[in-house]
Structure formats: C-alpha cells, structure tokens
C-alpha cells in the first residue's frame, strides 16, 4: 500500500481527525460553545501540531473568524478582541506564547467575559510528541468531573495525607489541605470559563505547610527553561518542616535549580500537592512541555515559596519567585489511610 506524506508533517491525516473530534467534545462539554455566540481563532503556522489543531477547529467552528498572528499587525487583533461580545470564545494557538507589549491576553480576554482557550508552547512538543499533546485534548465529562470533585471532596475533607513513592519513601502531610481547585472542564460557579489546555488537575497544599516531612523519589522535575528534566535514576527529596532538607541521587542540573531558589528565597519550600488526571501523560508517555506535562495521571509537587492561589502568613508574595514543578514517583496516595490511587490510576 502506498503511503501519502501528511499535509502536516509529523502529525498524520488520522491524528487531525482525533483532533477534530477532540475539540467538538471540549466545545460542546466543557466550553458550552454555541450559536448565537461568535468564535475567534487567533494561530501561528511555525509548527506541525499548530497546523494540525487550527485544521481541527475549522473542522469544528467554521463560521469562526480565523487570524494568522504572524500576518496581522498586533492592533488589529486588538481590535478584533473589543468588538467581540461576553460569552463569545477565543482559541490561542501559539508555537510560544503571544506577546502583545504589556497585554496580558487571556487576563484582558477573561476581564471582557469572554471563554478562552489557550494552547500555549506547541513547538516544545515536536514530531509524535504532538500526537500525545492532541490525545491529551480528549474529554471526558463523567472521568473529570465524577472524579475530579470526589477527589476534591475527600481533599477538603481530610485531616491529614501520604504519598508513597515506594522504597520506604513515604511524603506525610500531617494536617489538614487547603480547599482544593479544580481544573477539569467544569465552570459551573466560576467568574470564567477556560484557560490553558490540555486539561485534568485537581490541586491543594497543606495549610500548615511545616506539616510535611518525609521523603520522595522525583523522576522528573522542571528545568530553567520549562522543560521536562528526567534524570537517569530519580532523584530523592528529604522533606523536614515543609522544607527540601537534602537530596539522595541528585544530579547537577537538579543541584542547580535549588541553588537558585536558595539563593533568592533562602530555603526551598515544598508547597502545592497537585492530583493530576489526564490519562494521556504518565511516565512512559512524556511531552517536553512541563507546563503540559503537569496534568500527567499521578502526583507533582511544587518547590518554591511562590503559589499566587494560597497564601500563607511565613511567606510574602513580594518575596516569592520561584514555583518548580516536581513530579513524584507515586505507588500510592492515601487521605485519612484511604488509598486513592494505586496502578497509575485514581480509585475513588
């Protein structure tokens, strides 16, 4: 049998039709997108995955006004945005992330009650990497919110949490959780609708934050480029009093990033407890972006003071710079003793 190339590139023709399908679910599910209500698709053609996905959504919306960010001078995209209406929707899909001086886009976008959707640093994720980043898309109304607010439920609930990362390695957070977010398609109750995708998080952190101690095996953090850093052995955190003690297996990139945030913060802080759910990403099934990666099925943390959700009365937002995402090596999770997460997959 003959095969055709793909008119984009590494994404096959195949590949654009799940994409297809994949934004007519979150549209119609999570966004609630529908006539009368106008759509604005604002793109860039540098990538395989930027063109794939503008095909999708106009397979999805063509009625959608559709504008190549490279070929339009940035005050007329402007423009585009204050003649639009609240509850009209605008798509970003961006290789890197739109600058527009000192516009804040989705920000300004949200301020005008508009739904936004945000497919953000594409051209970190090349080649099949794209493909895992268009499964990431699929939603799933009864997996994220049947299961994305039960896991919020027992969160808020909980006196006290453990993740095992197996080995003897256990993370204990001897006190209750902050009250958790979620990011799973459900806006009901929310001043706005959307924001980056893929989606699948449910996160929290533990109001006393020097209740956590213990240990964790890392088998991926962040690095200073925001890109996915997996060491060759994962690398053992020592928590004491909420704070990166020390180290076992390090490497020097990892040595590095806490240097840094030593270096301005002065300790490093463990902060955010984040339950990822998105079926797409685990540990065998990586993109580079750590930014998308985070919604991976199983737990990352946060090292750094700087969390913009919660506030605590140690730690001055002034003075905090620094939110590295970590992902935790997870046999099990357990809230009140009770295991909610065993094989890679939450069981609640």
Same mark, same amino acid.
């Given at each position: 049998?003959?095969?055709?190339?793909?008119?984009?590139?590494?994404?096959?023709?195949?590949?654009?039709?799940?994409?297809?399908?994949?934004?007519?679910d979150t549209l119609a599910h999570a966004i609630e997108h529908r006539a009368p209500h106008a759509a604005l698709i604002v793109y860039d053609t540098r990538t395989d995955l930027n063109r794939a996905l503008?095909?999708?959504?106009?397979?999805? @919306?063509?009625?959608? #006004?559709?504008? $190549?960010?490279?070929?339009?001078?940035?005050? =007329?995209? +402007? %423009?585009?945005?204050?003649?639009?209406?609240?509850?009209?929707?605008?798509?970003?899909?961006?290789?890197?992330?739109?600058?527009?001086?000192?516009?804040?886009?989705?920000?300004?976008?949200?301020?005008?009650?508009?739904?936004?959707?945000?497919? @953000?640093?594409?051209? #970190?994720?090349? $080649?099949?990497?794209?493909?895992?980043?268009? =499964?990431? +898309? %699929?939603?799933?109304?009864?997996?994220?919110?049947?299961?994305?607010?039960a896991l919020k439920a027992r969160i808020d609930t909980a006196r006290q949490g453990m993740v095992d990362s197996g080995n003897g390695a256990q993370l204990v957070f001897a006190s209750p959780f902050e009250?958790?977010?979620?990011?799973?398609? $459900?806006?009901?109750?929310?001043?706005?609708?959307?924001?980056?995708?893929?989606?699948?998080?449910?996160?929290?952190?533990?109001?006393?934050?020097?209740?956590?101690?213990?240990?964790?095996?890392?088998?991926?953090?962040?690095?200073?480029?925001?890109?996915?850093?997996?060491?060759?052995?994962?690398?053992?955190?020592?928590?004491?009093?909420?704070?990166?003690?020390?180290?076992?297996?390090?490497?020097?990139?990892?040595?590095?990033?806490?240097?840094?945030i030593r270096e301005h913060e002065g300790e490093v802080w463990l902060r955010e407890l984040g339950f990822g759910m998105n079926r797409a990403f685990s540990r065998e099934r990586m993109v580079d972006d750590?930014?998308?990666?985070?919604?991976?099925?199983?737990?990352?943390?946060?090292?750094?003071?700087?969390?913009?959700?919660?506030?605590?009365?140690?730690?001055?937002?002034?003075?905090?710079?620094?939110?590295?995402?970590?992902?935790?090596?997870?046999?099990?999770?357990?809230?009140?003793?009770?295991?909610?997460?065993?094989?890679?997959?939450?069981?609640?």
């Amino acid at each position: 049998m003959t095969s055709f190339p793909s008119r984009f590139g590494a994404i096959p023709e195949a590949a654009v039709t799940t994409a297809e399908q994949n934004v007519r679910d979150t549209l119609a599910h999570a966004i609630e997108h529908r006539a009368p209500h106008a759509a604005l698709i604002v793109y860039d053609t540098r990538t395989d995955l930027n063109r794939a996905l503008t095909e999708a959504y106009r397979r999805v @919306v063509p009625d959608a #006004r559709f504008i $190549d960010f490279d070929s339009v001078p940035p005050a =007329d995209i +402007l %423009a585009t945005f204050e003649r639009m209406q609240a509850d009209d929707l605008v798509v970003l899909i961006q290789s890197s992330s739109f600058r527009m001086d000192a516009y804040r886009i989705r920000i300004e976008l949200f301020k005008r009650g508009l739904k936004v959707i945000e497919h @953000v640093h594409l051209s #970190r994720m090349p $080649d099949e990497q794209g493909l895992l980043y268009i =499964d990431s +898309l %699929a939603y799933e109304p009864s997996y994220y919110r049947g299961v994305g607010h039960a896991l919020k439920a027992r969160i808020d609930t909980a006196r006290q949490g453990m993740v095992d990362s197996g080995n003897g390695a256990q993370l204990v957070f001897a006190s209750p959780f902050e009250s958790a977010k979620l990011n799973i398609g $459900d806006y009901s109750g929310m001043n706005n609708v959307g924001g980056q995708f893929p989606l699948g998080e449910v996160f929290t952190e533990a109001q006393d934050l020097e209740a956590v101690s213990g240990r964790a095996h890392i088998f991926v953090f962040g690095d200073t480029k925001f890109l996915v850093n997996r060491p060759a052995t994962p690398i053992t955190i020592i928590v004491d009093k909420g704070r990166v003690a020390g180290t076992e297996n390090s490497t020097p990139e990892f040595d590095t990033m806490l240097s840094i945030i030593r270096e301005h913060e002065g300790e490093v802080w463990l902060r955010e407890l984040g339950f990822g759910m998105n079926r797409a990403f685990s540990r065998e099934r990586m993109v580079d972006d750590i930014g998308t990666y985070e919604r991976m099925c199983g737990i990352h943390l946060s090292l750094g003071a700087k969390h913009g959700v919660y506030t605590k009365p140690q730690l001055k937002r002034k003075d905090a710079r620094y939110h590295i995402d970590v992902f935790a090596v997870t046999e099990g999770v357990y809230l009140d003793g009770q295991r909610v997460y065993q094989d890679g997959a939450w069981q609640i």
